[in-house]
């Protein structure tokens, strides 16, 4: 599970800028040249270097007999694989049932694009049109101007992050590789319109 506005950016994330899944390990591939140099095999990349997390965000709940656990991620940032520690993995290995936000496949569904015929600039005025230049790049705040305030608010968000897997994708890809059963806990049309809400021009700014 995730803290709310940590899931509505993984959504936004998943459903527009995704995720660099070619080069999450650090891996480069090369093409060979003129001058006869061999290319790298990305499939011969040492693994990331364990640190796993001391204090995890694991909480176990016990009802009537029945222990769950819930934890706590961020979409990307923390790479899951050195950073989780084994008994996120054992616990997770332990239960049939993977319950997560909501399902980030549907993302593409999302209503990113603008229809009132203005442009970002036009909702958010010259002044902070400028600001997102300077922070983003006039070329990448150019291809925002038919977007909604939601996208480049979640660009913005994520800036200084380091590049990683996205921690809830591993955990749904183990739990789907395992035959888990699957459960999500809101449908994508619930997020979508708390995003329109809360990610709009005045978050922007």
């Known amino acids: 599970m995730k803290f709310r506005n940590v899931g509505l950016v993984a959504l936004v994330v998943t459903a527009i800028v995704g995720c660099d899944r070619g080069n999450h390990d650090g891996a480069r591939v090369t093409q060979s040249g003129s001058g006869g ?121 994520l800036r200084g992050l380091p590049k990683t897997a996205p921690m809830d994708g591993v955990l749904h890809g183990r739990a789907s590789n395992a035959h888990k059963q699957i459960v999500y806990l809101e449908a994508l049309e619930v997020q979508s319109k708390m995003l329109d809400k809360w990610m709009n021009a005045r978050a922007l700014k």
Do not use: C
């Open 37 to 157: 140099g061999a290319a790298a095999d990305p499939w011969n990349t040492p693994a990331p270097a364990k640190d796993p997390l001391k204090k995890p965000l694991l909480w176990k709940v016990e009802k009537d007999g029945n222990t769950s656990y819930l934890l706590g991620t961020i979409h990307v940032g923390v790479d899951p694989t050195s950073r989780l520690p084994d008994v996120v993995w054992q616990k997770l290995d332990e239960k049939p049932i993977f319950a997560m936000e909501t399902d980030l496949s549907d993302a593409s569904k999302l209503e990113v694009k603008r229809s009132d015929g203005t442009t970002l600039e036009d909702e958010i005025g010259p002044e902070y049109w400028k600001k997102l230049e300077d922070a983003l790049g006039a070329k990448e705040a150019s291809a925002m101007l038919p977007m909604k305030p939601m996208i480049p608010a979640t660009l913005l968000s």
